[in-house]
């Protein structure tokens, strides 16, 4: 298919992330007194920070603000997670031919704004989007499709010849259902939704080199 517009998710897509961010949120919550006794990671699967910072606050009772909560979570973040948040091979590459060919670009991420800046400027590929919204920027999730609708409206591509990739079930789930053209990224934290994953997306691939032969 021709496309006029590209949507990216960031953790899990375009950035192998997510084991980072699975103990991460478990080693937040220790660093503030709370034992969980477990991984919190599948609770947080289909929430953005800030729909996780107020799960925090309720679950475990925690006796902070949800800005105070917010501010914790994103500066303990910061090292480890810009320290080790890398591409994934092939996927500048792939976003850099979309770019030469004059397709639109977007981000939308359920990050916090000041991590997805810095995550693409380190890896060098923040200047290769017309447009990037995080959870600063729309509130909601993704089990709502209005991230995904505010990028292609920034980007001004219509539904139909916008493609938004993206590795996790639920927000598959939604662009498909939004009318958008679905590509489904593997990432190993969604290994579990792998085949249901296969059978939404309008296309599937394990790696973005995929896309670069076509």
Known sequence: MEIKGAIFDMDGT????????GSLADEYLQSVGVETG???SDELREMNIYESVRYFIKKFNIAKTENEVYSEITEFASGMYLSKAKLKPHAAEYIRLLRSRGVKTAV??????????AVLEKNGIYDL???VLTSDDISEGKTNPRIYEEAARLINTK???????EDALHAVKTAKAAGFYTVGVYDSSSERDRDEIIKISDRYIVTWSQLLVE
């Not at 375009?14 to 980072?20: E, F, L, N, W």
């Not at 939308?108 to 800046?117: E, K, M, P, Q, S």
């Open 108 to 117: 939308a991420t359920a990050n916090a704004g000041r991590l997805v800046r």
């Open 38 to 40: 477990g991984s919190v």
């Open 14 to 21: 375009i950035v192998d992330s997510m084991a980072i961010w």
């Open 159 to 165: 539904k139909s010849e916008t493609a938004v990739f």
């Open 129 to 131: 989007f017309d447009a």
